[in-house]
Structures are given as C-alpha cells and as structure tokens.
C-alpha cells in the first residue's frame, strides 16, 4: 500500500476528522473562547499521539501552543512544519450560509471558519504524513510539529516561546501552509514575502482648533501641512522618495522576472476585481513586481480635525497618519523606520511640532531559489496535484517566517493549498474539496522528496 | 438732561434689566429651549413696546424674529439695527464659576452666556436709543430694530424673512454690534469681513478597503493621492495655485495698510496665544493682511482609511477632506466653488474617481471706507469711549452683512464693543462692565450722528 492508496481508502473518515477538527470555535480573539481554544488544542494532541507522535499542549502567556514531534533517525533531516489552530471571529453570523462552526460540503466546497486558514491546511499535513506513516511503517524525516494558537491576534506569544525551546525546535528547514495558490489551475511555490515598516506621524499647530476666519492665513494648518510632507514621499515615478530607501533593495534577478513572466495576468481583471479604472505603481515594474518585489509607502489612515456632516470652519490642532512601507530584501524595518523619520523632520516646516511615532515592523523574507528546498517542494506539489507548481511571491508579511530564520537560522518553504478567493477572513469561508486532497497527497508525497537533500 | 445723562441716572436699573434678558436659556440650538425663546422675545417686545417702539415678534420656519420700528419723520436717514437673542449651548457646565443663566459681576465683569453674544451688544442700541428719547423726546433717525433667534444655529430663515419684508426693512445703512473691539484700549469700527467658499472632495480608489501587502504598490492609495492635491493647493510662496483664484483680489489699498500698521503686533504674544513656534502664510504681506485682507485656502478635516489605536495594513477605498477658502471682495463663493473644482479634476489622478461636493459659501464685505458712515459711527464712538476707535476689518464671515447688501442694497457699520478674550461661544462668557456702559453711550451719541449723513 503506497501512501497515495492510504488516502484513497481513508477519504471519508479524514473528512469526518477535518469536520471534529473544524467544529471547535477556537477564535483567539474572544476570551469567551479561551475554553474551546484548550479544548481544540487538546483534540490535536490527542489526534498527534494515536498516530504515534510524542506530543503535548504548551502553556504560553495566551493561548497554548501545540508541539508534536517523530523522531525517526537523527541522521535524517529534520522538517519543523508551522500551522495555526485559532481562527478569525466569524462574524457577520447572517451573512454565512451555514454555521461558521457547523462544516457542510456544498458545490465542491467545504464551508467552516477556518477550514482555509488554517485548520484545513495544517490538517492536509497531518494526513499526509500518516498517510506515509501508515503505508511504510515510519517518517523519511524526522517531523516537528508548532501549531499555534495567537496567529490571528498578532503572534505575541510565540517568539520568546521559539526562543525559549530553540533546542526542541532544532530543525533544517521549515513548511508552513498558510497562503493561497496562484489560481484554480495554478499551484505555487512562495518564494518570497515583503516585510513591513511601521510609523505614525503627528503634526502639532494651535494647541487648540482656533477659528479659520481668524487665523487662517497666519498659521499653518497642520491637515496642508501633513498632507504636503505626504506627498514628498514619492517621486513623479512613483519611487519612494526617502532618501536611502533603496539602498538595500537588490535588483530583481532574471530567474524571477522569467517566473512572473510565466504567469497569467489579465489587467482587466485585476481592476476589475478592485473596481478602479487605472492602475498606478513605481515606473518600470510589472503588476506583480510591483505588488512582490518592489518596497511600497502607503498611508493606511489619516484624520484631522473635523469629520463630521456639514462645516466646521477652523484650522485644526493637530493632523495624523499612518505609515507603511512594505519592504524587500534585504531592508532592515528599523533602519526604514529611522530613513522615513529623518526625511519626515527635514521637510516638516518650522511652523509646526512634528512627533513620530516608530513601530518597527517585519524583515522580507526571501527562500533561496537556488536551493534544494524550493525543488523538493515543487517535487511534491507535481505528485499532490499532478501539475508543476508555479513560483511565486506575496506581497504581505508572515511574520513567523522571519522569526523563523531570526531565531532558528532557518528557511521556510510555503507551499498554500487555499486559494485566494476563499474568503478567508470574510464569511463563507471555504476549501475546495480537490484541494484539500491533493493538498493532502502533496503533503504526503513532501517528506520523500525532503528526505533527498542533502543537509 | 443729556442722553449721557439719563445713562448716569439709570444706571442700576439698566443693569437690572440686562440680567432679566440674560436670564433667559434662548438656547436655539435645542428644541426643549422653545418655550424660552419665545419668552425672551415676547419680553424684548415689551420692552420696546415700553419705550414707545411699534413692535412685533414674527413666525419664521424656526424661532421667531422680533421687529420694533420708530419712525420719526421719513425724512430723516433710516437705520436698520440688527442683532441676536439667541444663544450658544452653555455646556460643558462644570466649568462655569456661576450659573451659566444666573448673571453675575466679579472683577469688573458681568459673567453669563450671551452677554457678549449678542443680548448685551444688542441691549447696548436699545439703552442707547432710550436714552435719547427719553432726554430728547424723539430720534433724529428713523430706527428698524432686526432681532433674531436663530444667529447660533446659522440664520436658515432670516434670509428669506428679509426678502419677504423688503418695505417694511427698507433702510439706509446696517448697524450691527456681534464682532469685538481690537483690544482692551482699542475700541474699533470694523470695515470688512472675509467670505468663505466651502467644497468638500471624496477620492475613491478601490471598492473595498485592500490588503496593503496584497495590492500595495500596484494602485493608487486614496489617502496618498488626496495629499498630493491639498499638497497642489498651494506654491512655495503660501499663495493659492488654483488658476483664477485671485483674478477678483484688488490690492489692498494705502489707506488699508496705513490703518493695519497703526495697530499694536507683537509676534511673540501671537504665537504665545495660539501655542506655535512660527508663523506661516502667503509671502509678502503682514499677519493683519493675511487674515483681514487676503484670501485663503485651508483644510477644515481630513478623513481615510483605518484612524484607530494600532496599525491596519490596508489600502482604504476612500479619503475625503472638507476645504475652505476665505474669501475678499470681489471674489464670489460660486465661482471659486467651480474653480477648485475644475483644478481639482484636473490635477487628479486617472487612477482615482474624484467627487467635488460644492457648498458654495457667503460673499465678502467691504464697507466704503470712503463713506460718511464709518466716520459717523467713529464719531459716536469717540463718543462713548472717549477715545478715537481703529478701523480694522474681521477674517471671519457675518453671512448677515452680505445678504443686507445683496438683498436691501445697503452696508453695514460694524461695531463691537466686547473683546476677543469674552469667552464667546466658551465657558464664563463675559463683557467688561466699563464696555458694556462705553457701548450705551457710544450707542446714545450714534444716532445723531447718522442723523448728519446726507443720504
């Protein structure tokens, strides 16, 4: 029996499991969920053991992480696989078809909170590696599993958790299924995610809103005056205009202008799908070099004086806004905190006190393409899904992954098995039920095809 | 017996009476003030009625309006007297030192709400008329007294009221007491009001708000865009960069910047006053000429994307700002409304879909300064304060004034005599006793010196 054949014969009973699994309403954000989330937590290991693993539920200062580990040779390579049991609060209720908490198969399609992200995903590789286990009697690798509870409130706790048990978590390389494929026809290898940059700025004026018949014209209003320093954040280019933004972003390289070039891109579409009638973007770069291996500044919030219906005719006390930048490699996120800070200070006017506000943020992070990790991945997708993986980036952080390389010294290989319209997030969450198969088979075929490398 | 006289010898009873009219709540601003203003006009209506005036109080759509009139000989110059019986909500509460409708002198003040604006400016006109009746047995002008109840809540009904009675208002000149002396020794004529044109712009970019790592570089971000054109709004030099803007700005004339210079400035207690560093604005004219003379262009609130604690990584849908100029004779609110406009769509991105919302705004007013009666209303004011007044003009806008001359074809003497440190429209509102008597006076020596303008 291959481990292929396993699954074939298991299919119903892995999905009752998936459906157990998808029933706890372990949002993390609730503390009325605190219960549900140890419970969920204690189904995993308990689910972890019956296939064989040594495995326990580790307090931390929220919720509890699950580890699970199989060691079959320390001379093997060691795989630490990354998911996350908690997921987003499902609501609007109204707006699901089904409960978020009650899975139901429809149109090809199951329907659950979190069955995308990430419950479904992680699951795929617990089957897939008792799949192997069961077909061949033990693991080609050895297998450590972190399954976290705090993905969807930030991840506070799981830093200083990796840091404490570095030796427990000693591993060669890392997988993590928490994005999407490229599309229906199109699964992916992520090579690539943008880090990010944090910062609030405050422009100060009057110490109070004073009336604009009064004093306008003798001060400075400090919405004018914010929203001129935002506007010398960018050139006419579309480039960042702080100075030294660039310094250490490096050339996208041939090899991954070619893997973007392979890829289907309908502008169409895409607008479409945002419902704008033009895009705009840094001069010179496609949609997706933009959007994957191009640093960004956008303001994601901006508020001063007065918001309300009608008029209110004064020059306001103070003006506000947030800043990101998305970052490549290899920008450091303190070392872009501090560039857009001394840029902010030299083009504030002296008529007004600027206050800046500096959050850091999360390195890039960029899986080297030219290593063995990256093959044996797209190796198993080919025999999950029967189709080579496309190589991709994505634009967002996953802030694990750079703690991952931070702490441990690792890689990680994404390899999604949603895909990007599963409205995670939003209400009728949903996997398709082909997916999560070959999700499963890609996952049982992974750990062959990592056993191959040479560490 | 002079009229200062009978001011001298009624002096208890004067104040007697002011605090009966400060008493009232007249509260425009809230319905459950109703029975209240309709009292505090019904008493305003006896007490003209007392002083031998013909007097009505009128329905609006909204609070009424009273109207007393004494008509002397029709030969005689007629002047129309305008002010507020309304007031301002007193809240917050906790701050006042005595009860808000409980008026009271400490220190030379008399502390209630409205004793500033308007009821003690307005009662100043009505003592001061007394005055001369009583010590002359007539008026040497024809009076129309014009005193609404809706100053507070921004006068929606006067304008039609003043249209609807155009006979019975018919009149020569305006006098109107609802603005401030220049300073403590300084009691001033007021010779011209700035105008304000009021635009709000929506710039909308995708349909929903977007993941900034997602999309972030790849489409216009709302809040980046609407910066850039506040940034547009104004040239290196403070001046407005909206073409057409200052095609109806006369210069300011010898005159005009002769009496600007008269007036004490200094840089330092400005600053001091509104909490900033340094001051800025259009290059080439004095603080006076920025805010009485020149026209401006600020930015009242900005709104976009996610403003709570904390970051959100998005790319909002939307950003909106609230925009409005300042405006001086000849501009018109109507045509600076269309040209922002047009600027606007002009300098906005093909990526973005711009909404303009244009609420129009009031005219500027200018009173002749070459006219007889500016230097009749500063002769009764040397009258009154034994002092010669300054002609200074104001940056805000009296929307009354400018629908006086574009309705009743006449102009309107402004003068004040509270101060800009009253607390109008604040907590302790307040008039100095000394003004509050030089404003009778000032007010008994005025008619006669109407009463000298050929007309």
């Not at 030294?244 to 479409?272: H, R, T």
Request: hydrophobic share 40%.
């Amino acid at each position: 029996m291959t481990p292929f054949e396993y699954l074939k014969r298991t299919e119903k009973k892995r999905m009752d499991e998936l459906f157990q699994l998808l029933r706890f309403p372990s949002v993390s954000a609730k503390s009325e969920h605190k219960k549900d989330m140890k419970e969920c937590a204690a189904w995993l290991r308990h689910h972890f053991k019956a296939l064989g693993f040594k495995s326990r539920v580790c307090p931390t200062g929220g919720h509890p992480v699950v580890y699970a580990e199989y060691i079959s040779d320390m001379r093997l390579p060691t795989i630490l696989y990354y998911g996350h049991y908690d997921v987003q609060p499902p609501e609007p209720l109204n707006l699901w078809t089904s409960g978020p908490f009650e899975p139901e198969i429809r149109s090809g399609y199951i329907f659950a909170r979190g069955v995308a992200d990430d419950k479904g995903q992680t699951f795929c590789h617990i089957k897939g590696l008792e799949a192997v286990l069961r077909a061949t009697g033990t693991l080609p690798v050895n297998v450590k599993m972190l399954i976290e509870g705090e993905e969807e409130v930030a991840s506070e706790n799981l830093p200083p958790f990796i840091s404490k048990n570095k030796n427990m978590l000693r591993a060669d390389v890392a997988v993590v299924s928490d994005t999407a494929q490229f599309g229906k026809d199109y699964p992916a290898v992520t090579f690539g995610l943008r880090g990010l940059a944090f910062v609030e700025i405050v422009v100060h004026g009057p110490d109070r809103d004073v009336h604009s018949g009064t004093f306008g014209g003798a001060i400075a209003n400090p919405i004018n005056v914010l929203s001129s320093m935002i506007a010398k954040l960018h050139d006419k280019d579309g480039k960042v205009a702080v100075p030294g933004f660039y310094k250490d972003v490096k050339p996208i390289s041939k090899w991954e202008k070619a893997q973007f070039k392979k890829l289907p891109y309908n502008e169409a579409a895409y607008k479409k799908v945002l419902g704008v009638s033009a895009l705009q973007g840094e001069k010179g770069y496609s949609t997706y070099e933009r959007t994957w291996s191009r640093p960004t500044c956008d303001i994601n919030g901006i508020t001063g004086g007065y918001q309300g219906e009608g008029g209110k005719t004064i020059i306001p006390s103070m003006a506000s806004c947030k800043i990101t930048c998305r970052l490549v490699a290899d920008q450091h996120p303190a070392d872009i905190c501090n560039k857009l800070e001394r840029y902010l200070r030299k083009i504030a006017p002296k008529s007004v006190r600027l206050q800046v506000i500096k959050y850091g943020g999360a390195s890039a992070v960029v899986v080297p393409t030219n290593g063995p990790w990256l093959d044996a991945a797209a190796r198993a997708i080919k025999a999950g899904f029967g189709k080579n993986p496309v190589f991709m980036k994505e634009g967002g952080s996953i802030p694990i992954v750079a703690d991952f390389k931070r702490i441990l010294g690792i890689n990680t290989v994404l390899i999604g098995f949603a895909q990007s319209d599963d409205n995670v997030h939003s209400p009728n969450e949903r996997l398709r039920v082909t997916d999560f198969e070959r999700g499963c088979k890609a996952a049982a075929a992974l750990p062959a095809e990592l056993a191959k490398v040479k560490v």
